[in-house]
Nanobody, 125 residues
């Protein structure tokens, strides 16, 4: 099992910045991709940004140039620096760990993906 603990959400004015952090713990060997999703009321959960263990990144078009994702493989943490925030960025943000690899004496196996509990980000004046 993998536990993801998020921190850093809150209320910020338009144009402001927030930094979200997520730490993964548990019995696993490696996490292939870590990312952030968000879900606003009445809307589907969308990928905001993701980073693979090798460093390649992917961003939602509307956040490119404003958000930056980073991870520390040794510490199993992922962060999302959010600048120039807009009211439409308001949502619950969820940390995700995808393609988690577990290993035992019998070999290694895909543990699937895991989610954090979510942290609220509100952009409002």
């Amino acid at each position: 099992q993998v536990e993801l603990v998020e921190s850093g959400g809150g209320l910020v004015q338009p144009g402001g910045s927030l930094r979200l952090s997520c730490a993964a713990s548990g019995n696993f060997f490696r996490i292939d991709t870590m990312g952030w999703y968000r879900q606003a009321p009445g809307k589907p959960r969308d990928l905001v940004a993701a980073v693979a263990s090798g460093g390649s990144t992917d961003y939602l078009d509307s956040v490119k140039g404003r958000f930056t994702i980073s991870r520390d493989n040794a510490k199993n943490t992922v962060s999302l620096q959010m600048n120039s925030l807009r009211p439409e960025d308001t949502a619950v943000y969820y940390c995700n760990a995808d393609q988690v690899l577990g290993c035992s004496a019998a070999g290694c196996y895909d543990m699937g993906d895991f989610w954090g509990q979510g942290t609220q980000v509100t952009v409002s004046s």
